[in-house]
Antibody
Framework: EVQLVQSGAEVKKPGESLRISCKGF????????IGWVRQMPGKGLEWMGL????????KYSPSFQGQVTISADKSISTAYVQWGSLRASDTAMYYC????????????WGQGTLVTVSS | QSALTQPRSVSGSPGQSVTISCTGT?????????VSWYQQHPGKAPKLMIY???KRPSGVPDRFSGSKSGNTASLTISGLQADDEAGYYC????????????FGTGTEVTVL
């Protein structure tokens, strides 16, 4: 069974940088796409972007292009999303999700990482 | 590239059926048989319930079914149970968009 485990909750100040992670267990992730999804408090799911573990091809949702950087280290089956300068509006739950290359659905999901940005 | 349209909420009594719609365009829902549905209980991560419009992953009860007509996909929950009370999101593959996937706006299901 494939499992995605995310890093723990973060509390940051506006202007600080942050990188959160998503580590895969149980399968060869070289053939997986890993996506990042934002859920702001009380709101719906939003795509941030996708990365393909095999060659690190990355796709960004227009709303997040230039706002975050998605990367991966396939040697440790871990994907990342990072912010260079956080804003209060980045306060949200962030989920990573996996999809086998060629599939168009996402399973498994990570447990989520809560990011709180407050002065 | 707008979010797919779902009703904000639907409700039903235990044992009844409810249907959640997910309306897009011919560039997403209507153009491909690649709609998936996710269930999210409060405070939990979403869970895949339906993929490729109507297929159920192993372990998902057959009370959950999916269909599509034109630009609208639907998720039907039959024999409604208390544990079905959750948020539900559709997601469509949309390869012609700048980003190839789009979520629905989400629907809260309430079991009366």
């Amino acid at each position: 069974e494939v499992q995605l485990v995310q890093s723990g909750a973060e509390v940051k100040k506006p202007g600080e940088s942050l990188r959160i992670s998503c580590k895969g267990f149980g399968d060869s992730f070289s053939n997986y796409w890993i996506g990042w999804v934002r859920q702001m408090p009380g709101k719906g799911l939003e795509w941030m972007g996708l990365i393909y573990f095999r060659d690190s091809e990355t796709k960004y949702s227009p709303s997040f292009q230039g706002q975050v950087t998605i990367s991966a280290d396939k040697s440790i089956s871990t994907a990342y999303v990072q912010w260079g300068s956080l804003r209060a509006s980045d306060t949200a739950m962030y989920y990573c999700v996996g999809a086998v290359h060629g599939n168009t659905w996402f399973d498994p999901w990570g447990q989520g990482t809560l990011v709180t940005v407050s002065s | 590239q707008s979010a797919l349209t779902q009703p904000r909420s639907v409700s039903g009594s235990p044992g009844q059926s409810v249907t959640i719609s997910c309306t897009g365009t011919s560039s997403d829902v209507g153009g491909y048989n690649y709609v998936s549905w996710y269930q999210q209980h409060p405070g939990k991560a979403p869970k895949l319930m339906i993929y490729d419009v109507s297929k159920r992953p192993s372990g998902v009860p057959d009370r959950f079914s999916g269909s599509k007509s034109g630009n609208t996909a639907s998720l039907t929950i039959s024999g409604l149970q208390a544990d079905d009370e959750a948020g539900y999101y559709c997601c469509s593959y949309a390869p012609t968009y700048s980003f190839p996937y789009v979520f629905g706006t989400g629907t809260e299901v309430t079991v009366l």
